[in-house]
């Protein structure tokens, strides 16, 4: 193979002169590399330049700095037809006139391709969808998550290198969206193609990808794998928006290798043997995260971290009961999983209830401010 990277983005730049004559930066500088086989996704909220970095991909917008590789050639401005690249777009309007066979048909048909391999091109796809048999029917002969798998054989159909999706489940109920979500992850497994998926939806992100570009106006703030995302945050807006977090203002008071004290005025207290991360300096102003399932409601106070306060709300979700907890007036959110049933509303937290929180030392982060 002529490079370990599907796609590669290299300090790439796009710039849009809005209607209001304004200037901007829809990606901005933006560098990362997809490996061969990788289900890789770009995750963030809407407008954070996600479909503009795929179309850049793509061929259908071309950078204003930086370049776009494919399998590491320079893609300058090759047409999108001449990359080995297929797409499936954000809103995935089938041709409603024309059967699911015709539809998929069609990109080969434009080509010139003969009827027999047509034939067999269009059969092994809907095979890989899992379609088979349902290619006289039109698209409004099927439900939502089948025209859905027609769009996904539409670009399937011509063995694309790489697969580019652009919030492809977006339309679908959630039930469906997350059928579809284990089958699109099966079906790229299966065919060993390279992914690149577009979502605002960390769920959704978490559950398929290898590893995840999470992107805030235009900026890449972390890429990883799903577990170093959610574990290790590299900055305040990653912990917030991939789950949730509780953070405190504090101060290291002292730093060694592997360990720190945080003071945090807040609950006027020391957090104690914090791991640390590289580039903290002793004095230095941080966020304290953690988790809320992290955090863990105990009935005595303990050595290490622990905080005395009281319950002042608490909500059942089914899975989790999450409750909320005032420490010298700050809010500390806890999820505690219900592993047992039970129907007693006595036998959860009741409001002003004194609770013991301790926030054991490998559950606390330290964030760099800024
Ligand atoms: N052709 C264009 N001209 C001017 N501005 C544009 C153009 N296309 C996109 N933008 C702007 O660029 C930014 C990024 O848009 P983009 O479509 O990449 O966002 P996105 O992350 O895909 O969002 P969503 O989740 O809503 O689809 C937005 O602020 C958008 O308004
Ligand atoms: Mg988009």
């Not at 080969?108 to 029917?137: F, H, P, S, W």
């Not at 039930?175 to 790229?188: G, N, T, V, W």
């Not at 002292?254 to 720190?260: G, I, T």
Request: aromatic share 8%.
């Amino acid at each position: 193979m002529a490079s370990e990277f599907a796609v590669e983005l290299r300090d790439v730049v796009k710039k849009f002169i809005t209607p209001e004559g304004n200037e901007l930066n829809a990606v901005d500088h933006v560098t990362m590399q997809i490996k061969n086989g990788e289900f890789f996704s770009m995750l963030g909220s809407s407008g954070c330049g996600k479909t503009t970095s795929l179309r850049m991909i793509a061929g259908f917008e071309w950078p204003t700095e930086g370049e776009v590789y494919i399998e590491g050639k320079p893609m300058g401005h090759t047409p999108p037809f001449q990359r080995k690249v297929n797409t499936v777009f954000q809103s995935y309007a089938l041709f409603q006139h024309m059967t699911v066979f015709q539809n998929i048909a069609f990109g080969l048909e434009m080509e010139g391709a003969d009827k027999n391999e047509i034939e067999k091109r269009v059969k092994r796809a809907l095979e890989m969808v899992q379609l088979t048999g349902m290619e006289r029917r039109k698209p409004k002969q099927l439900s939502g998550g089948q025209q859905q798998r027609v769009a996904v054989a539409r670009a399937l159909v011509k063995v694309p290198d790489v697969l580019l999706l652009d919030e492809p489940l977006g339309a679908l109920d959630l039930k469906l969206r997350k059928e579809m979500q284990l089958e699109l992850k099966a079906l790229q497994q299966q065919l060993g193609i390279t992914f690149v998926y577009v979502t605002h939806d960390q769920e959704e992100a978490m559950t398929m990808s290898d590893r995840i570009a999470v992107m805030s106006k235009g900026k890449v703030q972390q890429m990883g794998t799903p577990v170093e995302i959610y574990e290790r945050p590299a900055n305040r807006f990653v912990a917030d928006f991939i789950g949730e977090s509780n953070f405190l203002e504090g101060t290291i008071k002292s730093l060694s290798k592997e360990e720190a004290v945080v003071f945090v005025p807040q609950l006027n207290a020391e957090l104690t043997g914090i791991p640390v991360s590289d580039g903290l300096v002793n004095g230095e102003e941080v966020t304290v995260s953690i988790r809320p399932e992290k955090v863990h409601i105990s009935d005595k106070v303990l050595d290490v971290n622990s905080f005395t306060g009281r319950v002042t709300n608490t909500v059942y979700i089914g899975t989790d009961t999450h409750v909320f907890v005032d420490l010298m007036g700050k809010q500390i959110k806890v999820f505690e999983q219900n592993r047992i049933s039970r129907l007693d509303p006595g036998s959860f937290y009741s409001i002003g209830q004194e609770v013991i929180l301790v926030m054991w030392p490998d559950n606390v982060l330290v964030l760099k401010k800024g």
